[in-house]
């Protein structure tokens, strides 16, 4: 069984900064890509920013210059840095994981997601 679990989301004000955490557990032989996501109300799930385990990144214009995506290969784990967060970076934010538990097939998982609130 492979999960993934996210941490650090909260309520916080403009401008300031938080840092979201996601572990991957389970039974893993690799972890390719691993990204982060989030939904707003009302809108659709977005990609905010990946990375692949050789440390290739794509990130989105919206949040280029304010957010940085890191992982640590040997923890299974991804971070994202959020910094000068702004009211519109309110959403739920979810971790997302290209991996194989045997290295044959190559399966998505999500994370249970991570409410991030930045107030005005």
């Known amino acids: 069984q492979v999960q993934l679990v996210e941490s650090g989301g909260g309520l916080v004000q403009a401008g300031g900064s938080l840092r979201l955490s996601c572990a991957a557990s389970?039974?893993?032989?690799?972890?390719?890509?691993m990204g982060w996501y989030r939904q707003a109300p009302g809108k659709q799930r977005e990609l905010v920013a990946a990375i692949t385990r050789g440390g290739s990144t794509n990130v989105a214009d919206s949040v280029k210059g304010r957010f940085t995506i890191s992982r640590d290969n040997a923890k299974n784990t991804v971070y994202l840095q959020m910094n000068s967060l702004k009211p519109e970076d309110t959403a739920v934010y979810y971790c997302?994981?290209?991996?194989?538990?045997?290295?044959?097939?190559?399966?998505?998982?999500w994370g249970q997601g991570t409410q991030v609130t930045v107030s005005s």
């Open positions: 997302n994981a290209d991996l194989t538990q045997y290295g044959t097939s190559w399966y998505n998982y």
């Open positions: 389970g039974s893993i032989f690799s972890i390719n890509v």
